[in-house]
Nanobody
């Protein structure tokens, strides 16, 4: 399984970005999907996840600002990020999980300027 993530960039504080992740091989509904991020000098952390049945969860630090969703027809998982803060600056990674196996995509850089 390969994951193609896109949508990162440079944005001012308060702005928005939408990240996209497309898995190859099988549709998004066959995987538990998630977005993770890693800032310089910090451990990778979970940002938002969506289960196979579509249940979602977000980290407390992004609740009310970030939304994870999926479009089965487009075979894409999205992370809508609003009201971005400088502390959201990190490399964002997409992960797909199935049958105890985790697949990671290459990260996409998100930089929020103050």
């Amino acid at each position: 399984v390969q994951l193609q993530a896109s949508g990162g960039g440079l944005v001012q504080a308060g702005g928005s970005l939408r990240l996209s992740c497309v898995p190859s091989g099988r549709g998004v509904s066959f995987f538990a999907m998630g977005w993770y991020r890693q800032a310089p000098g910090k451990q990778r952390e979970s940002v938002a996840t969506i289960t196979i049945d579509g249940s979602t969860n977000c980290a407390d630090s992004v609740k009310g600002r970030f939304t994870i969703s999926r479009d089965i027809a487009k075979n894409t998982v999205f992370l809508q990020m609003n009201s971005l803060k400088p502390e959201d600056t990190a490399v964002y990674y997409c992960k797909a999980s199935q049958w105890g196996m985790d697949y990671w995509g290459k990260g996409t850089q998100v930089t929020v300027s103050s």
